[in-house]
Nanobody
Framework: QVQLVESGGGLVQAEGSLRLSCAAS????????MGWFRQAPGAERAFVAR????????NYADSVKGRFTISRDNAKNTVYLQMNSLKPGDTAVYYC??????????????????WGQGTQVTVSS
């Protein structure tokens, strides 16, 4: 199994920045891609960004493209989400996830096999 631990959430003002971290352990050799999802109160869990572990290919939701950057440090088994120009609409619990399959849709939460506990991000207006 893969274990994931997120950190870095907090309270920031609009236009501020945060960097989230996700440390992976266990069967990390089985990971094809790592993704970030978020869930706001009353909303479904939504795709934010993903990166392939080996090749470093990145993809972003339209709502965060140009503001968020996903990156990885393979030696540390860690992925990051740099969030700039934050908006109140970014307020959510952010989850890190790992996907083993290369053939499933990376935008769907159901495609991922392992999840972290989540970290709260609150952006004040």
């Amino acid at each position: 199994q893969v274990q994931l631990v997120e950190s870095g959430g907090g309270l920031v003002q609009a236009e501020g920045s945060l960097r989230l971290s996700c440390a992976a352990s266990g069967r990390t050799f089985s990971i094809y891609s790592m993704g970030w999802f978020r869930q706001a109160p009353g909303a479904e869990r939504a795709f934010v960004a993903r990166i392939t572990w080996r090749g470093g290919t990145t993809n972003y939701a339209d709502s965060v493209k140009g503001r968020f950057t996903i990156s990885r440090d393979n030696a540390k088994n860690t992925v990051y989400l740099q969030m700039n120009s934050l908006k109140p609409g970014d307020t959510a619990v952010y989850y890190c996830a790992a996907k083993r399959s290369l053939s499933t849709n990376y935008q769907r939460a159901q495609s991922y096999d392992s999840w972290g506990q989540g970290t709260q991000v609150t952006v004040s207006s």
